[in-house]
């Protein structure tokens, strides 16, 4: 998979954790350089691990679905965009102010369950998982740090729209995958 591709999908995976960052950095205002640090550590680290626990888990039991992977990864991108769509038109839930360790790992474990799913889909499609883990990592990590300052400027205002954009192009990818898979595209 192309490094454009992995960043499109790095960036979608990010979108959730993003708008929660953002809700953390309204929840407080002006955030310390700790606070913003401490949302993009917790979020980036999850957003790593997950996708690499996906693709462990798929690796396992590749065998039982290796002639219909690509319709597996189809179906898989297709949820995680629709939820990601579905979740844009949600009425805005309130966030904790607390940057404790109590509060920051049921968000970062929430944020980053897609991203266990698209591992498996990483795996069915052969990513090179290291790489493509650790540009998903680092991304979240960088979008989620500004997400925290963006709060505290902005507020939620765009949040919808981050977690629409990311659904949509979740679904594209998967799309792409099963056309590619036929040859109808390259």
């Not at 990010?14 to 917790?42: E, H, I, N, P």
Request: proline letters at 2%.
């Amino acid at each position: 998979m192309q490094y454009t591709k992995l960043f499109l999908i790095a960036l979608s995976l990010s979108m959730d954790a993003f708008a929660v960052a953002v809700c953390k950095g309204l929840s407080v205002g002006k955030a310390t350089v700790r606070q913003t640090l401490t949302v993009g550590a917790y979020f980036g680290v999850f957003q790593a691990l997950m996708p690499t626990l996906g693709y462990w888990l798929a690796d396992k039991f590749e065998h039982l679905i290796t002639g219909v992977s690509h319709w597996v990864a189809l179906v898989l991108l297709v949820l995680i965009g629709a939820n990601m769509i579905k979740e844009s038109f949600e009425k805005d839930e309130k966030v904790d102010c607390s940057f404790c360790f109590k509060a920051m790992l049921p968000l970062a474990v929430a944020t980053s369950i897609d991203a266990m799913a698209v591992g498996v889909t990483f795996a069915l499609v052969d990513v090179e998982i290291i790489p493509a883990a650790l540009l998903i990592g680092v991304t979240t990590f960088a979008l989620s740090a500004v997400g925290v300052k963006i709060g505290g400027i902005f507020g939620t205002k765009y949040k919808s729209k981050a977690e629409l954009i990311g659904g949509i192009v979740l679904i594209l990818m998967g799309v792409e995958i099963v056309l590619e898979h036929y040859g109808i595209i390259y």
